[in-house]
């Protein structure tokens, strides 16, 4: 089993294409898309954590119709347009807004909204969120999971650890504090 986290699918929402810049004609086309990439790396038995905004503005069969097309178990951590419908989906689970998560040894702090600072941030603790549909610039420590970032699929752990590994490092906002003189993260 491997574990996956994906965000801002807006699954049913035409407005987004042209909002976000999405290469997609119609929303039918954008939703036929994500479906197909989302099941070409998610495997039945694989867990999905979706970090936000699942979908906005479509109609309840079809959200049901378009979840029941994708494979893992799903688990969601609510965003900004996670509505009654979305939330009534027959997700594994439903989080708290900031989800500490263990995978692989990696601990992950799951949050639709970019965090500046997180539980465990000066431990090791990586952070994922959406939200900013690619606009966000992450650092060492944290990183866009959206799918206006990965071609609009879900992202591995595996595939999260190396794209940290690019980016510039996280200025730590307590390296001047004298209270943390001596104190090891």
């Not at 929402?13 to 070409?40: C, K």
């Not at 900013?132 to 609009?152: A, E, M, P, R, Y």
Request: hydrophobic fraction near 40%; charge should be negative; proline fraction near 7%.
């Amino acid at each position: 089993m491997k574990t996956f986290f994906t965000a801002d699918e807006h699954y049913g929402h035409e407005s987004i294409i042209r909002l976000t810049g999405r290469p997609f004609s119609s929303v039918n086309e954008m939703d036929a898309y994500m479906i197909e990439a989302h099941n070409s790396v998610v495997c039945r038995s694989d867990r999905v954590i979706h970090v936000g905004d699942f979908a906005h503005r479509c109609e309840p069969r079809r959200l049901r119709a378009i979840f029941g097309k994708l494979n893992g178990a799903h688990f969601l951590v609510p965003g900004n347009h996670d509505d009654a419908a979305s939330l009534a989906l027959p997700w594994a689970g439903v989080q708290p807004h900031v989800w500490n998560v263990s995978v692989d040894s990696v601990r992950i702090v799951a949050c639709h909204y970019g965090l500046r600072v997180w539980p465990g941030q000066r431990r090791g603790a990586i952070h994922v969120f959406g939200h900013g549909h690619g606009k966000l610039q992450g650092n060492g420590s944290s990183l866009d999971v959206g799918v206006d970032c990965w071609d609009f699929r879900p992202v591995s752990v595996p595939e999260i650890v190396a794209r940290l590994a690019t980016l510039p490092p996280l200025m730590d906002p307590e390296g001047d504090d004298p209270e943390n003189a001596g104190v090891k993260p």
